[in-house]
């Protein structure tokens, strides 16, 4: 029966797809559940309740979009080549399905008390890491936590247009590439 295979980890990727697809409204048992051709039994097999999938889902959505990015970037043999996969690598993001969703329904429940710890430590994380990249290129610490905060802010700003407005923003990937290639050229400009 698929309902006794189910690891929490399939849950909290449906979780993450919900979020993606309806913000954490769209965390719902039984509609998950269903989704999954699964029982309530088998969600109540690894979670407590509702609020502890949130959770789960929340530090999975950390992982693989920050801790996991991260690392990707950090086997870059240089400070510019890690600057210029980071911002590649997360301008390019915007196009798969619901990355820009998962992020937009963060900040939309910024406030919620399940996300505000995790979108802070997130977002402080990202900008300390981006920040230290600027730092190896030579800047100050000043310049380079600045510089971190417009980076940051573009990748953010672009996920909301590409959500909100998607024909304002370059389509295609080569499009996208270029665009990037472009704000790291402001970005690192001296």
């Known amino acids: 029966m698929a309902s006794t295979r189910l690891s929490a980890d399939d849950w909290t ?20 559940a269903a989704r999954l051709g699964a029982t309530k039994g088998s969600f109540y097999w690894h979670f407590a309740n509702r609020d502890a999938l949130i ?17 990707l970037i950090e086997a870059q043999p240089d400070a510019m080549s890690r600057i210029r996969l980071l911002i590649t690598t997360v301008i390019a993001s915007t196009t798969a399905p619901h990355a820009d969703g998962i992020e937009l329904a963060m900040l939309a ?11 802070a430590r997130v977002t402080e994380r ?5 920040a ?13 936590r600045l510089r971190a905060l417009m980076a ?13 407005a998607p024909a304002t923003v370059p389509a295609g990937l080569d499009e996208r590439r270029s665009y990037a290639e472009r704000l ?7």
């Open 13 to 32: 990727a449906a979780a993450l797809e919900a979020i993606g697809r309806g913000g954490l409204a769209a965390v719902a048992v039984e509609p998950l």
């Open 126 to 130: 990202r900008v300390a890491y981006t």
């Open 152 to 164: 940051v802010s573009a990748y953010l700003g672009f996920g909301q247009l590409a959500h909100a």
């Open 184 to 190: 790291i050229a402001l970005l690192t400009a001296r």
């Open 109 to 119: 429940t910024a406030d919620h008390p399940h996300v505000a710890p995790v979108l």
């Open 55 to 71: 959770e789960a889902a929340l530090h999975r959505w950390e992982r693989d979009h920050t801790d996991a990015v991260i690392t």
């Open 132 to 144: 230290g990249l600027f730092e190896e290129l030579g800047m100050t610490a000043g310049e380079a």
